[in-house]
């Protein structure tokens, strides 16, 4: 079963700041979700990617997969991207209509 | 875009007693929908995978008996846990999916319940 290993787990930064969040996974996947978690709880769906890059606004995700490895990168960062940033895969290299596995997040602050 | 509506927000409950949580796709016909749990300051947890007009798939380690899922219609999918007790309080949120067996497919979450049993 995929294992997702996620790093920083906590981060704190200044606004303006480029932030980066990696992700790793062990089992090989068709897909890797990226997704935002406020405070209240509801999430909050960023990025879908299965290969090299996609960017919505100031937010970037890329993806190797070869090297079971995922990247989301905030440019100038602001107070209200402060949320815990998560990256979720499928469980199997088949994928199938299995639900994902989740990393534990990365709970990131950025102060004004 | 597509929404997940997920009622209640939060429900706070005597133990012993049974909680009823709906998850609705308002503007989709969910085939697939998906339970999951997250205890404080840990991940999300998948508990099972409910498909319409079919029974539901649990993980290793969720009692099914405990926590029943009916998804009677292609936009609802409920979750009730049964003699709750306060080992059962957590964050439990659902997500649907349009495309059966596709893990290609966009994620769509509802907001979440935030359970307290006491």
């Known amino acids: 079963k995929n294992e997702v290993e996620q790093s920083p787990q906590n981060l704190t930064a200044q606004e303006g700041e480029f932030i980066t969040i990696n992700c790793s996974y062990s089992v090989g996947i068709s897909a890797l979700h990226w997704l935002q978690q406020h405070p209240g709880g509801g999430i909050v769906s960023l990025f879908m990617l299965s290969s090299g890059k996609k960017k919505h606004g100031r937010l970037i995700a890329t993806i190797n997969i070869q090297e079971k490895h995922s990247s989301l990168h905030i440019t100038a960062s602001h107070p209200r991207d402060s949320a815990v940033y998560i990256c979720?895969?499928?469980?199997?290299?088949?994928?199938?209509?299995?639900?994902?596995?989740f990393g534990k997040g990365t709970h990131l602050i950025i102060q004004p | 875009g597509a929404v997940v509506s997920q009622h209640p927000s939060w429900v706070i409950c005597k133990s012993g007693t049974s909680v009823k949580i709906e998850c609705r796709s308002l503007?989709?016909?969910?085939?697939?929908m998906f339970w999951y749990r997250q205890f404080p300051k840990q991940s999300l947890m998948l508990m099972a995978t409910s498909n319409e007009g079919s029974k539901a798939t649990y993980e290793q380690g969720v009692e099914k008996d405990k926590f029943l899922i009916n998804h009677a219609s292609l936009t609802l999918s409920t979750l009730t846990v049964t003699s709750a007790h306060p080992e059962d309080s957590s964050f439990y949120i659902c997500?649907?999916?349009?495309?059966?067996?596709?893990?290609?497919?966009?994620?769509?979450f509802g907001n979440g319940t935030r359970l307290t049993v006491t």
């Open positions: 979720a895969v499928p469980p199997y290299s088949g994928g199938g209509a299995d639900g994902l596995t």
């Open positions: 997500s649907a999916s349009l495309q059966k067996g596709r893990p290609n497919s966009p994620l769509h």
């Open positions: 503007d989709f016909q969910a085939t697939t």
